[in-house]
């Protein structure tokens, strides 16, 4: 269920693990000319100060955010 790049709250895998899939990423998209980025969130405290059922509701109705991404932050 969970994605292979998923590495947090998963037992057995580490940041190392994150790190080297990123390196890998980025050196093969070098090689290939190939422009890269890359976006790193912390959202592991993120809702332990806000109403859930607020942030939900701004999230679909003024950022248009629905469908599974919206589940992903309610979930």
Request: hydrophobic residues 45%.
């Amino acid at each position: 269920m969970l994605s292979k790049h998923q590495y947090g709250f998963r037992a057995k895998v580490s940041t190392e693990f994150a790190i080297y899939d990123i390196v890998e990423c980025i050196l093969e998209n070098l090689d290939q000319k190939i422009p890269t980025c890359a976006v790193f969130l912390d959202l592991s405290k993120a809702f332990d100060t806000v109403d859930h059922s607020v942030l939900l509701w701004k999230l679909e109705h003024y950022y248009g955010i629905g469908g599974l991404p919206l589940q992903l932050f309610e979930n």
